[in-house]
């Protein structure tokens, strides 16, 4: 298999350029464009601008040939207020939490190494101990793609009354 050779570029809360939501939004069309009549799919833009304002945001977007091919992002969690704790007892010693909330990849990317790429480049350089994220078990790969990459399903979780019920990873970090 090829090498991927897409140029990333890293942004971070308060340091975001002004296009940014706009180029979020545009990946989030193309990966979404069969779901865009779904109203969960259809709050995207207020997820963007939740994550994006939080402290210590930050977002990897990958380009080929200065077109976005997808995405990841997310936050520390709020100490004490991990949301993971209540399916992990006793929670582990070292627990900061990098609260992994989006990965998204245009569908012509998909099955080339991207979304792995975007994940380590997000994930590689942080400082806590333990990473976690939702994912929708009615997607078994999905699910299995972020196993292969050191994550454990730890419970599940419907974070909001309209969202689907979410399988809860956690990943040793570092």
């Known amino acids: ?19 940014f939501r706009d180029l979020l ?3 989030h069309a193309d990966a979404y464009a069969d779901q865009m009549d779904d109203p969960f799919v259809q709050r995207f ?3 963007v601008d939740h994550w994006s304002g939080l402290d210590g945001f930050a977002c990897v977007v990958g380009f080929d040939a200065g077109e ?19 399916h992990v007892v006793p929670a582990p010693e070292r627990d ?14 998909r099955r080339t190494g991207v979304s792995e790429h975007l994940h380590e480049a997000l994930m590689g350089s942080r400082e806590e101990a333990l ?22 399903k ?6 909001f009354p309209d969202s689907p019920r979410y399988a809860v990873m956690l990943r040793e970090l570092g």
């Open 96 to 109: 900061s939490t990098f609260a992994f909330s989006e990965l998204m990849v245009c569908p012509r990317w």
């Open 45 to 47: 833009p207020w997820f």
């Open 25 to 27: 939004l545009g990946v």
């Open 154 to 159: 730890v419970g599940d979780r419907q974070p």
């Open 1 to 19: 298999m090829e090498p991927i050779v897409i140029e990333l570029r890293h942004y971070r809360h308060g340091e975001l350029p002004e296009d």
């Open 68 to 86: 976005p091919v997808g995405f990841a992002y997310g936050a520390p969690a709020k100490t004490g207020r991990e949301w993971w704790r209540e």
């Open 131 to 152: 990473a976690v994220l939702l994912v929708d078990p009615d997607h078994p790969k999905v699910q299995a793609l972020y196993e292969s990459w050191g994550y454990r």
